[in-house]
């Protein structure tokens, strides 16, 4: 596959694959892409004759031959690089700050808090090991991100002020630049701690749902009272005191709440920077079906429309799953280490146990070691490092490739047992996600250049790094 067609509520356009540039293009266009593959000229005109003229056919062909010859439409596939030889560099850690929660939400993969195991909460000792930890693993680099986590890790504030003051210790000790993230149900912020937050620079993401019909069905409190006024009230206090910067709402939607659009749309009541998951689950009965699938495309079209929409009424907004950078990317090694779970990204339990991400946390076949004894499963380094879509067969021939690092691997584990295997119905989203921020992307750069010219690429200066 070396192009894929794309048509986002009548908006089409087209993605050269291996070169990565797009083009918005017509309706004849797009049909005459349903049937060209680069060099079959007259199959095409015989196809299409009867619903458009043979000298327009030819025409659009010949401007169809020029851009494969500049390597802009049919280009050709490149010979990915050796992707991870060296030794693994740590990018980030998650520590989970609190194994417990205020909160019973219905879907929580952290089993309401504890994991699967007991309710605890880490130490300052156990905290100050794993902030020396992630500095050793991360060598020479400067960045450094470290995330507290829980459950709730305000339940156990005294631990995140102390990990906080002695991470903004170790940074200036160490020449590093530390970014700090928490994540938190906004039940429990107040003017203490949102002002501690602040001070120290602190990224938030702020557990929302969207409606409050719809965030009280899934997150109410342990007596199933539901948490949206108490978390919205802390939502936006916070966000005022940060003058609308440095957090983004975070929600998740399920079989109960397919009509999502609503949901994120609603979320603008409380803050312009918004990313919406879907829930992953077995058997469940929020967990989303194959039956859902129409209604979740027709949603994420909807909300593109939306995105449109605010922005060219000047009151934008952001929405994660929508913000891929399509000029000037990544090189295609970065593509392909994704979230860099197992090797570039661990988690740190409250025991000082070490995963390879928040999400295999409990899994005991994916216990890497501990903060005193350090990482001792080298085969399980291996093993996440080496499975991306280029190791993936499923992966191998999807037009998204290079947008994606073959999906999450605690997900893939979850629904089959292996992190080899992708998830399929997750990349069923994914794709349909990325065809909604191709197209948007490229309206959007469209209008800022005042229209392209017919059939030039309106993104084509994208072109991967192999080096």
């Known amino acids: 596959m070396l192009i894929h067609r794309i048509n986002m509520n009548g908006h089409l356009a087209v993605l050269d694959i291996n070169s990565g540039a797009v083009h918005l293009i017509d309706e004849t266009v797009y049909d005459i892409l349903g049937v060209f593959d680069g060099s079959n000229d007259d199959e095409t005109i015989e196809e299409l004759k009867d619903k458009y003229e043979i000298a327009e056919i030819k025409e659009i062909l010949a401007e169809l031959h020029e851009l494969k010859k500049e390597e802009l439409l049919f280009s050709p596939e490149f010979a990915v690089p050796d992707t991870f030889n060296e030794e693994p560099i740590l990018k980030s850690l998650c520590l989970h700050i609190a194994h417990d929660c205020n909160l019973r939400c219905g879907y929580c993969f952290a089993g309401t808090g504890d994991f699967g195991g007991n309710r605890a909460m880490m130490s300052k000792e156990t905290a100050e090991k794993a902030v020396d930890f992630a500095i050793k693993g991360s060598k020479n680099r400067h960045n450094l991100e470290l995330d507290l986590f829980g459950g709730e890790p305000l339940m156990n504030f005294e631990v995140v002020r102390h990990v906080v003051e002695y991470a903004r210790k170790r940074e200036v000790e160490e020449n590093k630049n530390i970014k700090l993230t928490l994540t938190t149900n906004g039940t429990l912020l107040n003017d203490e701690n949102i002002k501690f937050l602040n001070d120290n620079r602190v990224m938030l993401v702020l557990s929302l749902d969207g409606t409050k019909e719809t965030h009280d069905n899934m997150r109410p409190f342990p007596n199933q009272a539901g ?46 920077e918004i990313s919406v998951e879907p829930v992953v689950g077995i058997d469940e009965p929020y967990v989303l079906t194959e039956e859902d699938l129409p209604k979740i495309c027709a949603e994420y079209d909807k909300l593109a429309e939306a995105y449109l929409d605010y922005r060219h009424k000047g009151i934008p907004f952001n929405f994660f799953h929508f913000n891929v950078a399509l000029d000037n990317g990544p090189c295609v090694a970065k593509r392909l280490a994704g979230c860099g779970a197992g090797h570039e990204y661990y988690a740190i339990t409250p025991e000082g146990d070490i995963y390879p991400c928040h999400q295999f946390v409990g899994r005991d076949e994916y216990k890497m070691g501990t903060l005193d004894t350090g990482v001792e499963r080298t085969d399980l380094i291996s093993k996440f490092r080496h499975t991306h879509v280029m190791t993936k067969d499923a992966c191998k021939t999807c037009w998204a490739r290079f947008f994606c690092s073959g999906g999450c691997h605690a997900n893939a584990d979850t629904i089959n047992g292996s992190i080899d295997i992708p998830y399929e119905y997750g990349c069923k989203l994914q794709k349909k996600r990325l065809e909604c921020a191709i197209v948007l992307q490229a309206i959007l750069t469209d209008e800022m250049n005042d229209g392209s010219e017919d059939l030039r690429p309106v993104i084509d200066n994208f072109k991967y790094n192999v080096e």
């Open 227 to 272: 948490s949206y006024d108490a978390a919205v009230n802390g939502f936006k206090k916070v966000i005022d005191s940060r003058n609308g910067k440095n957090y983004y709402l975070r929600g998740t939607y399920t079989h109960y709440n397919l009509e999502f659009a609503k949901d994120t749309l609603d979320m603008l009541k409380v803050g312009t």
